[in-house]
Structures are given as C-alpha cells and as structure tokens.
C-alpha cells in the first residue's frame, strides 16, 4: 500500500514540476510561433517514442526502463508470454499485480523481466497522460492568449494533481467518498465510502484550486467600471472575470477531471485524458465568461 501511495505521489508531482517548467519558459520563449512550434515537436516526438515501443521491444524496454515508475498500469502494456503462469503458480491476474508491485519498488527487477519478453504484443499500452499534457498544452498555446494559456496550463499543473493527492490522504484515513458510490446512495439508498474512480474529496480539492490558480493571472471584474486590461507580453485583449464565472469555471473544471478518461456508459464512449481537457475547457470557459 506504501508503495502505491508513494507511486501516486511521485507522479503527481512529476506532473506538476513539469506544467511549472513550462510555465517559466514561457516567459523566456515566445509563446508563439516559436512556443507553440517546440511544443508541437515535443508532442510529435513523444508519440514517435509511444509508437515505436508498441512494436520494437527494445524500444519498450528502454522506454519502461526509464520512465516506467510513472506509468500507470494501462500504459504499461504487455507481451506475450508475460504474465502466464510463473514458476510460483500464480496466475495470470497475480502476476500482473506482483509485476506492477516489482516494477514500481525495484527497476533493475522491472528491466530484467521486461528483457524476457517475447516479441508480439498481447495488450497495447495506452497513450501516457504526459502526451496528453503536451498536447492539451499545445492546442491551449495555440488557441488562447498568453494570459489565458498560462491559467490554464497553471490549473493543469496544479489542480489535476492536488485533485488526485486529497483524493488519497481521504481514502486513507477512511472520510473518503468516490461519485460512483454517492450515487448509489442517491439512487437506491444504499452504498459503501471509498471505491474506485474519481472522488467527492478530489473534485472538491480541483475545483478549489481551479478558482485560486484564475487570479494569478485574470483581473477581477468591478461593476460599473472598464474592465482592467490584461498586462501580459504579446495579450492586448482587455479579460476579466467575476467570482460567480470563476466559481462555474471551478465546478466544471472539476467536472472535467472527473469524467475524462473514463468510459460513460450513458453515452457509450470513452472520454479522453484530462491532461488534454482540462486546459482547452479553462481557456473556452475563461473567454465564454469574461465580463468585458
């Protein structure tokens, strides 16, 4: 269990450590055209990597090697061969979990294993939540203002994180609730606390967040008054935002982070990561609700 908290963690705040670095760069490098077109290398470049390891076991051994501590299970993958029976007698299930436990406590365990692998694929790894940071990022850069871009890669950074870290100190020591469960209770009346999937504790935690990381960089609007224009390099737009469209940008933010990567049976399909989300809803809704 320490070990998967320690895991979550780690990944967080990789997560936010690199939305911060970029942030700082952009007021070094232009945000655009040269921003946007380092960002869109690094984005292409990234999935070169993603699908180069699909099919070059080599490729993937380097790959897990070196970044597989911040993977999560679906981005794992696995070859053939790689979780039948084990000389112990576990199953295909066990050995998953206890490949996923070695992985994460001992990388020199994790590379011998993956070396073993054999050649054809038995399960497809996932995109990593990392591309889809540098494309949502890329896309944001792309359609905002500098001013609206750096809000919301700084919610990306920040509130996804956060959102996902309350959601486990909850969870563990027992006040947590996930929305699947909450329902239930609505629903039917019954239910049990905790359970998979997103929760009542994070989304609260992301919404919070979302509100705070709107002013760093978005005026407040005052009533009968012009709005403040926006002193950002290369942003001659005039944006301000009132506490009641900050609170809405907050609520859905944190609605986002809660569906996104996740299959909705109501609607049959399965939502994308909400590393890609969560900066293009920020920046639509911030434009949707300025008060100029």
Known sequence: MSSMINLHLSRRIQHAITGLILLLLSYIIPSYPLGFILLMVATITFYYIHYKRIYDIEWDNWYITKFGTLLREHELGEWEGENDND?????????????????????????????KRRSRR?????????????????????????????????????????????????????????????????????GERGGGGPTVAGSVACGITTILCTYVYIPSYVDNQSTISSSSNNDNSSISLSFNARLWIGIITAITEAISGRYLPVIGIRIADDNLWIPLVVGSLILLLNED
């Open 87 to 115: 000389d112990n007698g576990n199953t295909d299930e066990d050995s998953a979990s206890l490949s996923k436990s070695k992985h994460i406590t001992n990388k020199d365990t994790t590379t011998t294993k993956y070396k």
């Open 122 to 190: 038995k399960t497809i790894p996932s995109l990593p939540g990392a591309f889809y940071f540098l494309l949502g990022t890329t896309m944001s850069t792309y359609t905002f203002s500098i001013s609206i871009a750096r809000t919301s890669l700084l919610v990306l950074s920040l509130a996804d994180p956060i959102a996902g870290i309350v959601g486990v100190i909850c969870r563990n020591i027992g006040l947590n609730i996930s929305w699947k469960m909450l329902f239930r209770m609505i629903l039917r009346g019954n």
